[in-house]
């Protein structure tokens, strides 16, 4: 089921696959990520052609965790500096590792990564749709601390347009029998066509607003996300944009009890710090996610599970 | 066609005659064909003849060449009432019909700039999966961005 397989959208996976993977998560934390050395001998390569912290971090200690040696493409002192296309260091990646990990600023690199590479590839943030491993960790965190996905509401608040983390945790929802998923933001971020048609044709119940404080109220999850000012063509949109909205613990404040707060990291200013000590934080335990979801991901993808 | 206009475009022995060809569109259609003239073949064009069907209409014979199913496929793209004629010995032998193929590779670019197939480095083919058929919508295969029809027409005609 999940032997060898690129993990490159998250609409790839059903939702059997999705619940083997959080099983197995649960089985690393029972375990206190005392596993074994499952990867003994197995080498995985990352290759991150655009800036990361957690994602790049968290997939090299969860490759080490499992015993797994981990080699690492630095762009900016390899060939690359000296113009060697992305396809060619990727042939020579393949020969090298077992798995591969890519982040480029390319879209639609990891599939092209895919195509290339004879060993499995792994799609650690692309372009403006897909974020898969996030968005499997966002589902295992909501998961873990609601307890279920189903008959779930979810707010889903900020960049749905250029954001692939907020665009790949809205198509994962869909995998679930979620109750209604509100999609929050101004109106120059507002999700691309590609993106609502899809929702749309998956059959979820949708809801558009830029009212924050109405969709606050009513939401179980509230799934924060930074406007992607890289990716803005012109700095002069970002400008009239930037700063639009802000979650604090007074706009939450009006939200029903148990919400929790869920955000992919990092955060420039559109998540308050005084967030941070309320019942509603939950996005440090997502972060914290991040290493057991991708070690039960690679054994899987290795065939170590 | 009255008798002046079937002068103009006699019949041939053998090729492919595209007819009914949205008018103004024959050139644009040569080039998704990939005829271009350096070939050796006899090519005649005719645009903006009167048609009954569409009014006006462009129409093109290739002499000694029988276009392959995919050729006459991509047809679509811009041309959807045209009509392929096979002909051999003066008679049609064959009439093909235009079937829209379930994707679009090489000849269409991607209108995202960051999209991989963009990467003059990276020598990637576009790539696009059909949406929608009419009004014609189609999705990069690589990054996920529309093409639509207007689009297509823009990219195919100029």
């Not at chain 1, 307890?147 to 945790?169: N, P, T």
């Not at chain 1, 939200?255 to 990092?266: D, F, N």
Request: aromatic fraction near 6%; include cysteine; glycine fraction near 6%.
């Amino acid at each position: 089921m999940w032997k060898f397989r690129d993990v490159i959208s998250i609409l790839d996976f059903n939702r059997e696959d999705l619940e083997h993977l959080f099983s197995m998560t649960d089985r690393i934390l029972e375990r206190l990520f005392d596993v074994g050395s499952l990867l003994d001998g197995k080498i995985v390569a990352t290759a991150f052609i655009e800036p990361s912290t957690r994602t790049r971090l968290s997939f090299e200690t969860a490759a080490k965790r499992l015993g797994a040696e981990v080699i690492n493409l630095e762009p900016h002192i390899s060939s690359m500096a000296k113009g060697e296309s992305l396809t060619d260091t990727l042939r020579m990646l393949d020969d090298y590792a077992d798995l591969i990990v890519i982040r480029s600023p390319y879209e639609g690199s990891a599939k092209h990564a895919a195509d290339v590479c004879e060993h499995p590839v792994i799609n650690g943030g692309d372009g403006t749709q897909h974020h898969p491993t996030q968005a499997m960790i966002d589902l295992y965190t909501v998961r873990r601390l609601k307890g279920r996905i189903d008959g779930l509401e979810f707010g889903v608040v900020g960049d749905l347009k250029y954001g692939r983390a907020a665009a790949s945790f809205l198509y994962g929802l869909t995998r679930f029998n979620v109750k209604r998923i509100w999609l929050i933001s101004p109106e120059p971020l507002s999700p691309r066509p590609e993106l609502m048609d899809r929702l749309k044709s998956l059959g979820v119940d949708i809801m558009k607003t830029e009212n924050l404080e109405e969709a606050v109220e009513g939401v179980d999850i509230l799934y924060v996300t930074r406007i992607q000012k890289e990716r803005f063509p012109d700095p002069a949109e970002y400008e009239k944009v930037r700063g639009s909205y802000v979650i604090t613990r007074k706009i939450i404040s009006r939200a029903r009890e148990g919400l929790k707060v869920l955000h992919p990291l990092p955060r420039v200013d559109e998540l308050s710090h005084d967030v941070d000590d309320t019942p509603y934080q939950a996005y440090f335990i997502q972060a914290k996610f991040g290493v057991p979801v991708r070690m039960a991901l690679i054994s899987l993808i290795l065939g170590a599970f | 066609m009255d008798e002046q206009e079937t002068l103009r475009v006699s019949k041939i022995k053998n090729g492919t005659v595209i007819d009914h060809i949205p008018a103004g569109r024959a050139l644009a259609v040569l080039r998704l064909m990939g005829i271009t003239g350096s070939e050796g073949h006899v090519v005649t064009v005719a645009m903006n003849v009167r048609s009954g069907k569409l009014g006006k209409k462009d129409l093109v014979k290739v002499e000694n060449l029988e276009l392959k199913a995919e050729q006459v496929n991509k047809l679509t793209l811009i041309a959807p009432t045209a009509t392929i004629n096979i002909i051999r010995d003066y008679e049609v032998v064959e009439k093909r019909n235009v079937k829209l193929p379930d994707k679009i590779v090489g000849i269409l670019r991607c209108t995202n700039p960051g999209c991989i197939t963009r990467q003059p480095m990276e020598h990637v083919s576009s790539r696009f999966l059909i949406v929608s058929k009419s009004p014609l919508r189609l999705e990069c295969e690589y990054c996920g961005r529309y093409l639509e029809e207007e689009e297509v027409l823009k990219q195919l005609t100029q």
